[in-house]
């Protein structure tokens, strides 16, 4: 599931002693919590209207032209006036297909703006990033800014001047940064952005999330039972992003990923085998209230995994690896394989669920597998490592190092085509 994170530039662990916990850091991390949030709810009420949308065939076909027509104009607009008209064009192709349900759409709709009043009035009182202010020249705010952050007067100083010197360094190197990203020394960050925002979507969280009402009544839930359901699991998944907040920084990213991994593969190994043995081959049979408990349970420990590892993660590890000079393309870049992955699985799941009936669950297991054993082979571990000496992270590591050294270095000429030398890690 998309959606918005906070993440540091990356700071030297010399620094981590003497900052602390400020009023500001909080407020930024509630602000930023509340972007995701409205992502969230929005899928979260599609889920809703996914067991109430039998029908109203004609609002569906005017409202996807208009979404279609706003889509085409924001992604050819030349101007910002181009851009609005697409943007409001999507705006009502949203609100057609919204007509759709009774009258319930009104408030369900109408409390997405909770989150919006918390993280616009937030906003207000949280500072720029100082990488943000250092690009627009602006080195006193950055100053500033770093003080409030860190609640402190010691020791910003050099942080800043590392920063300062990180960006004109990057300002230096190119302008064009969605060409620069597909050179060979940067093919980690290219890879890794783009993979980790997809493989996301491949935990099939997303699933979980439009759809939930839709399996619990498969099962044998009523609507308002199923609805529930669906309730618990987003609580528990928001209850989770608590744990990653707490142990991202002490254990790492690594760990966080891989326990998550291993925790929803046994989950859906779990879940094909219920489905298999209460529902058959044919997806026919009766299914027992015992077993429908226990798919809520196993779906809450998924939601959990997710919440502490995939979900914030997502976000967080590409802002740490990406350097200034291709941030820019390498989120937008992760950005699109993320809703282009949620676009393609939120329209073929159904027809995948039709198909493989409880084999889906294996379908997600299979690749939860090859994600986590991504995850263990080729994502080193980010925490603590300032942005500016994230380069040292590619150069140790067993495999990426031959994308980012000099070849004709005389230490790449040394390990020829050794790759196991001492000091390389995963």
């Known amino acids: 599931m998309a959606g918005g994170t906070f993440a540091t530039q990356g700071r ?14 909080v407020i930024i991390c509630i602000v930023a919590a509340s972007a995701g949030l409205i992502f969230g709810y ?26 279609m027509i706003g889509t085409i104009l924001s992604v050819v607009a030349v101007n910002v006036a181009m851009l609005i008209l697409g943007r409001l064009l999507l705006g009502f192709g949203v609100g057609f297909t919204n ?5 319930g759409w009104r408030f369900s709709l109408g409390c997405a703006g909770i989150p919006a009043i918390i993280m616009t009035v937030g ?27 860190r609640g402190m007067d010691s020791d910003t100083e050099a942080e800043l001047n590392n920063l ?19 050179q060979r020394k940067y093919r980690p960050h290219l890879v890794i952005t783009a993979a980790i925002p997809a493989f996301q979507q491949l935990t099939g969280i997303n699933i979980v999330a439009f759809y939930a009402p839709v399996l619990f009544r498969s099962i044998g839930l009523s609507l308002s039972g199923s609805l529930i359901g669906a309730i618990i699991l987003g609580f528990i998944q928001f209850s989770a992003t608590f744990v990653s907040a707490y142990f991202v920084d002490r254990f790492g990213r690594r760990l966080l990923f891989l326990e998550a991994g291993v925790q929803t593969i046994l989950c859906q190994l779990a879940l094909a085998y219920i489905f298999s ?19 809520l349970i196993l779906m809450c420990i998924i939601s959990a995994g997710f919440g502490w590892s995939w979900g914030p993660l997502t976000w967080i590890v590409p802002s740490e690896i990406l350097p200034l000079e291709v941030r820019p393309a390498g989120q937008g870049i992760g950005i699109a394989s993320n809703f282009l992955l949620t676009f393609i699985l939120s329209q073929a799941f159904l027809s995948i669920l039709c198909k493989m009936k409880f084999g889906v669950f294996l379908f997600y297991a299979g690749w939860v597998l090859i994600m986590t054993a991504f995850v263990a082979l080729f994502l080193p571990e980010t925490k603590g490592i300032p942005l500016q000496e994230m380069g040292k992270i590619w150069e140790g590591h067993w495999f990426w190092y031959r994308f980012v050294e000099d070849p004709s270095s005389n ?11 001492p000091g390389r890690s995963l």
């Open 123 to 149: 906003a207000f009182f949280i500072p720029d990033t100082p990488s943000s202010l250092i690009q627009r020249g602006l080195l006193q705010k950055a100053r500033q800014s770093l003080v409030q952050v």
């Open 164 to 182: 300062i010197n990180y960006h004109e360094a990057a300002k230096a190197a190119t302008k064009q940064p969605y060409k620069t990203i597909f």
């Open 277 to 295: 043995a209460e529902l058959g081959t044919a997806g026919t049979s009766s299914f027992s209230k015992g077993s429908g408990v226990l798919v």
């Open 12 to 25: 030297d662990p010399r620094h981590a002693e003497d900052g602390a916990i400020t009023g500001s850091v």
């Open 411 to 421: 230490y790449a000429n040394l390990i020829g085509g050794n790759h196991n030398q």
């Open 42 to 67: 929005d899928v979260g009420i599609s889920a809703g209207r996914v067991t109430t949308t039998t029908g109203r065939r004609g609002i569906l076909i005017i409202g996807g032209f208009i979404f």
């Open 99 to 103: 007509q759709m349900g009774e009258n």
